[in-house]
């Protein structure tokens, strides 16, 4: 059992919903990413997002590609994104922590290499979201084999067929994609998503989680209502970006997580 199947099974017995949430690692710099992520648990994030800094995010929108110019302009690299990593695990052996990105970096490295690393450094589960089905030899199946949970997307677009080839090799979690577009691009609507859900949930067993389109306390409660759990990411991002302090990014944090646990 990973952390990420450990704690959702916490929440399922304490009768509670998820709340994840994104930040891009080392944005705006390597020491306060550190400081805003090592508060992340205290502020009631169940499961942490730590972004991996990518020249050419393709599912993102303007203000994740903002974090991510910042960070690789301040020198993040995915070996730099692992040590934030490690240094974070110095305090906390218990928090998920799932990496989200692209495949070049992790590529560039070579996969074994990587994966040595990622455990290495405490990462519990991987977002990669440029690798479909078809190239689960790529990544999936030795990050699963490694003890990895490999975490997938599914859309609105994403039908019967092809939902099931998204469910035969994920784990951990479905990250249910709220809206068609990129990140931070609209809001999402719980009367959109329930179905949805009900429908992912057709096709696996494992938890569903909704992200894009959650940035109030109140849409997280609502769509955390009608799924496992809720991601907020552009968001809270957005905070950082706007030069907040730490204390004031966790206030913020901590209320989103506020409004998922409540439903």
Known sequence: MTRIDAKFADLKAKGKKAFVSYVMAGDPDFDRSLEIVR????????????????????????????????ALEGGMTLKRTLQLATEFRKDDDTTPIVLMGYYNPIYSM???????????????GLIVVDLPPEEDSELCLPAQEAGLNFIRLATPTTDD??????????SGFVYYVSITGIT????????????????????????????????????????????????????????????????????FVKALADGAHSA
Request: no cysteine.
């Open 161 to 170: 067929n092809r939902l099931k080839r998204v469910a035969q090799n994920t």
């Open 39 to 70: 508060g992340l648990p205290s502020a009631g994030v169940d499961i942490i997002e730590l972004g991996l800094p990518f020249t050419d995010p393709m599912a993102d929108g303007p203000t994740i590609q903002l974090a991510g110019q910042r």
């Open 184 to 251: 931070g691009a609209a809001e999402a609507d719980a009367g959109d998503v329930s179905p949805a859900v009900a429908r992912i949930r057709e096709a696996t067993g494992l938890p569903v989680v909704v992200g894009f389109g959650v940035n109030t306390p109140e849409k997280s409660r609502t769509i955390a209502e009608v799924a496992d759990g809720v991601v907020v990411g552009s968001a809270i991002v957005s905070q950082i970006a706007a030069g907040k302090s730490t204390e004031d990014v966790l206030a």
């Open 110 to 124: 070579g996969v074994p290499a990587f994966l040595i690393a990622a455990n290495a450094a405490g990462i519990d």
